[in-house]
Every structure is written in C-alpha cells, then in structure tokens.
Nanobody, 114 residues
Framework: QVHVVESGGGLVQPGGSLRLSCAAS????????MGWYRQAPGKQRELVAR???????NYADSVKGRFTISRDNAKNTVYLQMNSLKPEDTAVYYC????????WGQGTQVTVSS
C-alpha cells in the first residue's frame, strides 16, 4: 500500500504562483511514476504532469512553460511549481502514484481568481 497526501493549495490571483507538495509513504520507491492530475467542476479529471523515478517528465499542453514537476526520491515527495496561473487552472489537484497499482491522494483545491 502507498499513501499520498497533497498540500499547498489555496487562493491566488491570476499571474500568481503556488507550489503543491505530495508526500508519499508506505511501500513507495523510485520505481513509481508520480503524477499530478486536476479536476475542475463539471469536467473530467485530466493529467497535468508526471515524472518517472529517473526524472523524465511530461506535461499537458495547457501547462507547458508554466508548471514544473519535480521529485525528491530521498524524501518521497513530489512537487508541482505553478507559475503564471490562470483562472482556468482552478481545480482540485490530485497526486497519483503508479507502478502496477495506482494510489490517489484526497486532493487540494487551487483557486485562481481576482
């Protein structure tokens, strides 16, 4: 079992920045692919960014150049640095850990509004 807990969400003005953190515990290792997903009201959950244990990353087109995913394998923690935030980035952001099975956190709300 793997347990993941997100933190760092909040209210921010357009153009602002936030950093989300995802702390993983349990049977986690660097073999796991870690990802951030988001779900806005009335929309399906979508991939934002993910990172392998070796550091390879991929991003949704909508966040390329604005968001950066990183991980600290020693701390079993994944980060999502979000810059130049837009109102359309408003969503609940979820951390995901995947190897054979996948595990989800409870989500953290990000609201971008003036």
């Amino acid at each position: 079992q793997v347990h993941v807990v997100e933190s760092g969400g909040g209210l921010v003005q357009p153009g602002g920045s936030l950093r989300l953190s995802c702390a993983a515990s349990g049977s986690i290792s660097r073999l796991y692919v870690m990802g951030w997903y988001r779900q806005a009201p009335g929309k399906q959950r979508e991939l934002v960014a993910r990172i392998t244990g070796g550091g390879s990353t991929n991003y949704a087109d909508s966040v390329k150049g604005r968001f950066t995913i990183s991980r600290d394998n020693a701390k079993n923690t994944v980060y999502l640095q979000m810059n130049s935030l837009k109102p359309e980035d408003t969503a609940v952001y979820y951390c995901n850990a995947f190897l054979v099975h996948e595990f989800w956190g409870q989500g953290t709300q990000v609201t971008v509004s003036s």
